[in-house]
């Protein structure tokens, strides 16, 4: 299936691909790769999911907010694909941030929420290397931050 299939048949709602707020690019095209600019947890209605994942926010609550970085990371791709995900080959690596407290040592747990959803979107495809680190914060206080490499046609 398509990526395009996979997110109509999984009812998946993407966001708007958000504009960058600083001295950066949301998303840059070297080669047959597409980098995507760190994408933070914001909910469904486009409102930050802040916190501290172990004493804010549950894993649960963590993986969700990993689950809807990857969303606004398809969105981007999307958008920098002229809107054909086909043009998308494959995942290549996603770095996940999870501000964490220092107890707390489950953040592939988190990030697995935006593996999965990449995987959910592009199947084999969207199988990728990863990184997930603890940050002490976030920009304005979100719990979680990922970003992406992609491989173009």
Known sequence: MSAEDNIKKNNIKLPKAADPVGAYVATKKAGNFLFISGQISMNENGELIKGKIGKDLDLEKGYKAAERCALSLVAQAKKACNDDLNKIKS?????????????????????????????????????HTRAAVSVNSLPLGVAVEVDAIFELN
């Open 91 to 127: 995942c290549i690596k996603l770095t996940g941030f999870v501000n964490s407290i220092d107890q707390f040592t489950d953040q592939p747990k988190v990030i697995n929420g935006a593996s999965d959803m990449i995987s959910k979107i592009f199947d084999e495809s969207g199988m």
